[in-house]
């Protein structure tokens, strides 16, 4: 794996490291050595995160549909899964869902989804959610048993989750305003043939600590037995 992409896990780990409730290890792997449907190595971890990609993935590669193949498997088994940006897009279709191109076209910034649902693990709910994004493609329909939490008017499924195992975002959690800068001064070109940006980006988004606590929350929601979390034994939420 090449630099960006260790660099995107790391910065995974940043977002995490220090919060309450976080104690656990990463580790990075390759789609190539995560196993096949017949043989999942993936199933030995405790949970599964897919992060985002400059690929899309309605790209024709052999490493994406082997990626949909382990995660119908990993499905199957109820492992927790969280997906970030191409991890949202590629576990939506590889369970039935449909993703397609944006008519807005690249859009780099901060995103603010309206929040018209709540899971039980995102508590106190809040009525939006800011942050930061960097997207051509997108979520246009949820795959079965899917249900989706928030969104706005180009991008209306920028929160789904499936049963108390899979909960995915469009947007990137993990990202820093320094980061986004960055980002925004090496897209000018592709920014200026139809691109959009969607807010001005130069400051520390406000829900970021707060949707990373959620994704711990996530977690603990998805490990505990439901005799467990009904009497109490976990905290979760935002």
Known sequence: LGPATKGRVWVHEQAFAGMPGYDCETTLRGVDQLGTPS??????????????????????SAWIRRLEQLVLHLHAHKKPLLGICFGHQVIAKALGGQVSTSMAGLRVGTLTSQMHH???WMQPPQPTMTLYAAQEDHVVALPPGAQTFGGDAVCPVTFYAIGRHVFCTQCHPEFYAAFMQDLLHALPEQMAHGGEKIQDYGFEIPNGG???????????????????????????GW
Do not use: C, M, W
Request: charged fraction near 15%; charge should be negative; glycine fraction near 12%.
């Open 210 to 236: 707060v949707f990373n606590q959620g994704q711990l929350g996530f977690g603990q929601y998805a490990f505990t037995s439901e005799e467990k979390r009904a009497a109490g034994f976990v905290k979760y």
């Open 118 to 120: 709540h899971a039980a």
């Open 39 to 60: 043989n999942p190595v993936a199933l030995v971890y405790d949970g599964v995160v897919i992060t985002g990609s400059p690929a899309s993935v309605n790209d024709d």
